[in-house]
Antibody, heavy 118, light 115 residues
């Protein structure tokens, strides 16, 4: 069964750090483009970052220099390291696969909530 | 950056009637080399992650009911639900993936309700 399960969310103070994980089953992370998308409470969707199968990484301007996307091929897991967190980073963070045929986000996890507050 | 603008922001349609949601991009998302529009539609129900409905502007994802259809090209796109069902109540988002990898831009969303 194809499944993405995020973990690692929680409450963190402004300026703090948090690491999110996305455990994948049913396909190989390293063979696919994988992405993080976030959704602030009551708001729309915002793309955050993508890692290509070849290892190239890209970020939205809003998180560039603060967030790092990575993967562990042996664990078939995607990560998002978030540093220098701000209140406007508060959101549900989803991991998603970029489909090989559609090139859109065809499989999504259930999301993990990150709250940045003092 | 490509900006995606949806209209309307919210929509109320009677059961069995047609629902139409529009999406306009600030520049063309039609890739001339393969004649594909890099435009997708997603459905998000409360408390759930988004679900891919349509890609390449008009191709239905596997398992999506055929009452959902996508049309348009270049900068103007439409998602149509031909006969609204109760389970279609959701927020719908368009997304461009033309300007990847720099940005996968979403529209602001359209909330669809039952009249």
């Amino acid at each position: 069964e194809v499944q993405l399960v995020e973990s690692g969310g929680g409450l963190v103070q402004p300026g703090g750090s948090l690491s999110l994980s996305c455990a994948v089953s049913g396909f190989t992370v390293s063979s696919n483009y994988m992405s993080w998308v976030r959704q602030a409470p009551g708001k729309g969707l915002e793309w955050v970052s993508v890692i290509y199968s070849g290892g190239s990484t890209y970020y939205a301007d809003s998180v560039k220099g603060r967030f790092t996307i990575s993967r562990d091929n042996s664990k078939n897991t995607l990560y998002l390291q978030m540093n220098s967190l701000r209140a406007d980073d508060t959101a549900v963070y989803y991991c998603a696969r970029v489909g090989g045929v559609s090139v859109a986000f065809d499989i999504w996890g259930q999301g993990t909530l990150v709250t940045v507050s003092s | 950056d490509i900006v995606m603008t949806q209209s309307p922001d919210s929509l109320a349609v009677s059961l069995g009637e047609r629902a139409t949601i529009n999406c306009k991009s600030s520049q063309s998302v039609l890739y001339s080399s393969n004649n594909k529009n890099y435009l997708a539609w997603y459905q998000q129900k409360p408390g759930q992650p988004p679900k891919l409905l349509i890609y390449w502007a008009s191709t239905r994802e596997s398992g999506v009911p055929d009452r959902f259809s996508g049309s348009g090209s270049g900068t103007d796109f439409t998602l149509t639900i031909s006969s609204l069902q109760a389970e279609d109540v959701a927020v719908y988002y368009c997304q461009q993936y033309y300007s990847t990898p720099q940005m996968y831009t979403f529209g602001q969303g359209t909330k669809l309700e039952i009249k």
